[in-house]
């Protein structure tokens, strides 16, 4: 994989926000060499939005991207699919303000995406590589990338729910091992919470067909995915939201406790200080890079 990719064919797909509940057709086209992942919103002539860290917006319970007042809400799903799949081009139709939940996963954007096909561009791909180790905190939470010849990610949560407690996942994403691994793990909340996250307009469009609902026991529609599912969706939104460094990245990053304000963060911090990176295409000797990998609620 060391040559840009985009996708083969248009694919479409609709749903409903998560937070918003409002409806929404999703399409999915390819993209020529450099023009990264850019969201346009057909109920607003196309406005374009670049899937860019200069456009972070409003970040609590997913991460939402805004370019002159026009919002694109839960983006960290389908960026992490592209990401894990290799996807650097696309250009992603959708008609309202929220991207669907489909079922709280990547795995349905990852089924589109291979529906689709990846076409090879002819372009190099450049890496985003880290030269000089950065490491955020914020009370007990922390996110770190460190420099390192390949993409890792490791995780480690701790909730205070007999289910959840204390989670840390590795994986290594090539040969597959993102969709296998990452991509089917869901989202969850907690019920007890859900009535004043509604009241702050939050989780609207939640049901028990696209996200793990959890009471204070245990879980309202089993069977998980994964016994380690929960730690396993902060991956998956954390490689979400470091897409939104444009680029691949060559090295390793660390989380614990951390959510989409710090993952996003750490791409602003990244994006601010040229010292921490520099642009480099793969050495051909080197190994192809690889995601290794080792809470909040509705992550
Ligand atoms: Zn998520």
Redesign the pocket.
């Known amino acids: 994989m060391t040559h840009e990719q985009t996708i083969r064919d248009a694919v479409c797909c609709t749903g409903f926000g998560l937070h918003s509940g409002a409806p929404v057709i999703l399409r999915i086209l390819p993209a020529s060499a450099g023009t990264g992942i850019v969201f346009r919103r057909t109920d607003l002539e196309g406005f374009p939005v670049e899937a860019s860290g200069r456009n972070v917006a409003r970040v609590s319970y997913a991460t939402s991207l805004m370019k002159k007042g026009v919002l694109i809400s839960t983006t960290?799903?389908l960026l992490s699919a592209f990401i894990g799949l290799g996807i650097d081009n696309a250009i992603v139709e959708l008609d309202n303000l929220e991207l669907p939940i489909l079922d709280g996963s990547a795995r349905p954007f990852v089924e589109m995406i291979q529906q689709a096909g990846i076409r090879k561009q002819r372009k190099p791909r450049a890496y985003l590589r880290i030269v000089r180790q950065l490491e955020l905190r914020e009370g007990d939470k922390f996110i770190a990338v460190y420099p390192a010849d390949s993409y890792s990610v490791s995780y480690s949560i701790n909730f205070p729910h007999p289910l959840i407690g204390k989670q840390s996942f590795g994986v290594r994403l090539t040969n597959g091992a993102f969709c296998r691994e990452i991509a089917p793990a869901r989202?969850f909340g907690f019920l007890h919470e859900a009535d004043a996250m509604r009241q702050q307009g939050l989780i609207r469009g939640a049901s028990l067909e696209n996200a793990i609902v959890l009471n204070r026991e245990e879980v309202l529609n089993p069977p998980l995915r994964f016994s380690d599912e929960f730690v396993r969706?902060k991956v998956?939104?954390l490689i979400g939201d470091l897409a939104l460094l444009g680029k691949q990245i060559l090295g390793s990053v660390v989380a614990d406790r951390a959510g989409h304000a710090m993952h996003t963060a750490l791409v602003s911090r990244i994006l601010r200080d040229q010292s921490y990176w520099k642009q480099t295409a793969l050495d051909d000797r080197a190994p192809e890079p690889e995601l290794a990998a080792a809470g909040s609620v509705w992550?």
């Open positions: 960290e799903h989202t969706h998956l939104d992550a």
